[in-house]
């Protein structure tokens, strides 16, 4: 659902603009440039904490995945995975419970720290690459769960690159300090979305 012209839409009395991570690539304009097909699913509050629930939706999103495949509209070689923090935890534990699936994982201020086996299993998405976006003042998800999991996944012999916005450049993109702010600095997306960069370096990869 989207605000008409000159409106403001909210999702699950969220304001719409927070949810750009899931939809921005698939607006007109950057179909343009690359065409893709962009699921984004969602999970109940009461069951976003179990690791069961979260790998039940993996698995549908596989499935959605194959008919596709089938039907000739995916490239079995280019499925990527991104979200921001339980979105970015997820995108990650997608990677690692089918990593024979997924080509890329772009994860911002992903929220491992929350996943019972995440932090553990990096070593299974080792040859996946990883881009791991965070600022440096993210008051719910702290930049030092990004750091450790770089440096977790670096030795596993992972391909892994970690951007941490300054304070400056996060206000710079409209971002207000303080976690009960609606853009808070936990929202990287105001400041990694505007940034084509991103968006070059996950759909370069192919799967190997």
Same mark, same amino acid.
């Given at each position: 659902?989207?605000?008409?012209?000159?409106?403001?839409?909210?999702?699950?009395?969220?304001? &719409?603009?927070?949810?750009? !991570?899931?939809?921005?690539?698939?607006?007109?304009?950057?179909?343009?440039?690359?065409?893709?097909?962009?699921?984004?699913?969602?999970?109940?509050? !009461?069951?976003?904490?179990?690791?069961?629930?979260?790998?039940?939706?993996?698995?549908?999103?596989?499935? &959605?995945? =194959?008919?596709?495949? %089938?039907?000739?509209?995916?490239?079995?070689?280019?499925?990527?995975?991104?979200?921001?923090?339980?979105?970015?935890? #997820?995108?990650?534990?997608?990677?690692?419970?089918?990593? =024979?699936?997924?080509?890329?994982?772009? *994860?911002?201020?992903?929220?491992?720290?929350? #996943?019972?086996?995440?932090? *553990?299993?990096?070593?299974?998405?080792?040859?996946?690459?990883?881009?791991?976006?965070?600022?440096?003042?993210?008051? !719910?998800?702290?930049?030092?769960?990004?750091?450790?999991? %770089?440096? $977790?996944?670096?030795? %596993?012999?992972?391909?892994?690159?970690?951007?941490?916005?300054?304070?400056?450049?996060?206000?710079?993109?409209?971002?207000?300090?303080?976690?009960?702010?609606?853009?808070?600095?936990?929202?990287?997306? $105001?400041?990694?979305?505007?940034?084509? =960069?991103?968006?070059? &370096? $996950?759909?370069?990869?192919?799967?190997?």
């Amino acid at each position: 659902r989207k605000a008409a012209p000159g409106q403001r839409g909210f999702l699950f009395g969220i304001p &719409w603009e927070i949810y750009r !991570t899931a939809v921005d690539w698939a607006e007109p304009e950057h179909q343009a440039v690359r065409p893709c097909t962009v699921i984004a699913p969602t999970i109940d509050d !009461t069951l976003y904490f179990s690791d069961n629930a979260r790998s039940k939706i993996f698995n549908q999103v596989l499935e &959605w995945i =194959d008919e596709m495949i %089938a039907a000739g509209t995916a490239d079995p070689d280019r499925i990527y995975c991104m979200g921001n923090s339980f979105g970015g935890m #997820s995108s990650i534990e997608m990677a690692e419970q089918h990593p =024979d699936r997924i080509a890329a994982v772009l *994860a911002l201020c992903p929220a491992l720290n929350y #996943s019972r086996t995440g932090l *553990a299993a990096l070593s299974q998405m080792a040859g996946i690459p990883l881009y791991i976006v965070q600022a440096e003042n993210d008051e !719910t998800i702290p930049v030092s769960v990004g750091k450790q999991i %770089a440096e $977790l996944f670096e030795k %596993a012999g992972g391909d892994v690159t970690l951007r941490v916005f300054t304070d400056e450049e996060m206000e710079a993109v409209g971002a207000v300090h303080g976690q009960e702010q609606t853009y808070s600095f936990h929202h990287v997306e $105001l400041a990694l979305l505007e940034n084509e =960069d991103y968006a070059e &370096w $996950l759909f370069s990869h192919v799967r190997k």
